[in-house]
């Protein structure tokens, strides 16, 4: 079987794509700042970066709009949060810390 090529990434999507990560390590800067460590907006606790595990701090789009990469549309959160915000279409805004206050676990421990 024949494997084809990747399609290469357009100027305009690189350029993108910088942004985004722009606004991620800002919204993280600001976090850090705030409360000391890196932590995930959605379950509340402590995240890592420059891992590639469950703990990894990733970035959501708050609108659903990735093309508004701004750190006003960036939520901090845990790769697994992340999909757990996505796969159940939960709303969320900075900081309001949703699945701690509505006590959600997706992490599957206690």
Known sequence: MKSTPLKKKSTKQKERDDEWAKAKVQRRRRLLHKYEEDICEFCGKV???GNSGLYHLDGHHIDGDRLRNSEENCYSVHRICHSYITNNNITIQ?????GKVNKINVWGVR
């Open 47 to 49: 995240g890592y970066v």
């Open 94 to 98: 900075q900081e309001d810390f949703y």
